[in-house]
């Protein structure tokens, strides 16, 4: 039998600790907890339920006299809150489910970059962007428009700003959530020379014309894809995203040094 010289006893060594396979921050799980809990509507009388889509929904025809003289719920503080609270209405569980689906990556991202007050306010103001580009393409229309997807689009736009960018969420190379989301952004003018970022833009743009020119509709529902407040949105994103973001820009020859580099790496 072989001896060996004695040694102290040494703890086992630690477990890595086990990281989440999702893992969302605080805002943007407010925010979904908020659309769901004001889903709740569904379960109100029909009357109740059909008064709540009026008083909260945006409706262009409230903003226009020149035709049928039509009173609705709300009154004249309804042509100011509707140009936000229609984004957190939706038709049914399909419709929060397709945009909670795109939030997951996309707004996951823009939250962590931002922080809770900065993508509140973010989400607001794409939220009216896609409600006046609506309201500018369907001036006399009396049904209610609903959803965060011109909001949803606002932040797929913003974060292109630095999703490409080495190290972010989308890139081949990429840290954790918090690094992958506080990576210098794209000059509007260095993203638009971006190829990816260009495919982006011509998919995206793409996808919603088709919704537009078909008149295809969400989860087999009657109502139409308000598309053209999904390009609101998505213009006031990619727009006013420098406006919001906190993270120093890097220069633009240090983002072609550090695209020519991940090029390579492909």
Known sequence: MDSHPESPLEPPPE??????????????????????????????????????????????????????????????????????????LHANLTHIGFNVLWLLPFGSALARRFGAVRFFVFMAVTAAAGALAHLLTHEHAIAPMIGASASVSGTMAAAIRFAFVKGSFLSFSRGDAEAAAKVSALSLWRALRDGRVLAFLAIWFGVNILFGATSLSLGGEEASVAWQAHIGGFLAGLLLFSLFDPIPRARDDAADASSADQSRRV
């Not at 889509?53 to 409706?59: H, W």
């Open 15 to 88: 477990a890595p600790p086990r990281e989440p396979i999702l893992t969302l921050p605080a805002a943007l799980i407010a925010y979904i907890l908020l659309i769901a809990a004001i889903h709740l509507r569904v379960l109100l009388p029909p009357e109740m339920e059909n008064w709540t889509i009026d008083v909260f929904g945006f409706i262009p025809k409230r903003y226009d006299t020149t035709l049928l003289d039509i009173t609705f719920p709300g009154g004249e503080g309804a042509k100011v809150w509707t140009f936000v609270t229609y984004s957190l």
